[in-house]
């Protein structure tokens, strides 16, 4: 049986109290070694896994170092490099513009400010986010990914659809010290218990706050359709 908290306030602090226990070392699952590498493994990542982008950056990262390497080499090369990444053709132009734009107008740095971040092709604002929480130490807000989207609706967090109204849902009511850690603890509990299609309500640690839990809901209010 669940039933959501009295406030979205108490909701949001309990599902990352809650969540802290169940995965206490959640955090980003992309392999990188710089802030370089950071940007290409989340412009990579967008609709493909975190496990299928790790495979290839191991030999990407080796071959690309600097930015001037993305910018030099062919659109196609690079395709052909990134080759079983989600629309690697679409993704190898980007990781060109990526790195004439990063040589052309920021001296060869990756820039640390949400619009010259999202100046860059292939960046919104999720990987923006991404790159100046765990690249430049800057939170300034919650990466709503599609993990993030559906549990947030699930646990009664939103009622929006689009992913930049509900993270301006979930700027008012989950304590800014947990900005970055909310996403992670998200991911991990969708990956390990709340799936997309596999919500498995009886093993969970938020059932009883849940107002899409299984045994109490007829809806997934995710998707607002019936079980
Ligand atoms: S697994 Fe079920 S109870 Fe747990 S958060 Fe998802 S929908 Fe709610």
Redesign the pocket.
């Known amino acids: 049986m669940?039933t959501s908290l009295a406030s979205p306030e108490a909701q949001a602090e309990e599902v990352v109290d809650r969540l802290h226990e169940a995965y206490p070392d959640s955090t980003i699952s992309l392999n990188y070694a710089n802030r370089l590498e950071l940007l290409i493994a989340v412009v990579l990542s967008a609709q493909c896994t975190d496990e299928r982008v790790n495979d290839v950056t191991q030999e990407l990262f080796e071959k690309y170092q600097t930015p001037e390497d993305y910018a030099e080499a062919s659109e196609e090369q690079l395709a052909e490099d990134i080759y079983g990444i989600t629309f690697h053709n679409n993704k190898g132009g980007y990781l060109k513009g990526i790195g004439e734009q990063i040589v052309d107008e920021h001296d060869g740095e990756v820039p640390d400010t949400m619009s010259a971040l999202t100046d860059l092709p292939g960046v919104g604002r999720k990987t923006a986010n991404v790159v100046l929480q765990h690249g430049h130490d800057i939170v300034e807000g919650i990466v709503v990914d599609t993990h993030v989207q559906r549990?947030s609706r699930?646990?009664g967090l939103t009622e929006e659809e689009r992913p930049e109204a509900i993270e301006q849902d979930l700027l008012d009511i989950v304590p800014e010290s947990e900005w970055q850690q909310f996403t992670h603890l998200l991911i991990d509990?969708?990956r390990a218990?709340?799936?997309a299609r596999s919500?498995?309500?009886?093993?969970?640690?938020?059932?009883d706050i849940?107002?899409?839990?299984?045994g109490d809901?007829d809806v997934?209010?995710?998707s607002g359709e019936p079980w």
């Not at 919500?199 to 059932?207: F, Q, R, T, Y």
């Open positions: 669940g549990i699930r646990l509990h969708g218990v709340c799936g919500a498995e309500c009886g093993e969970c640690v938020l059932a849940c107002p899409s839990e299984k809901s997934d209010l995710a």
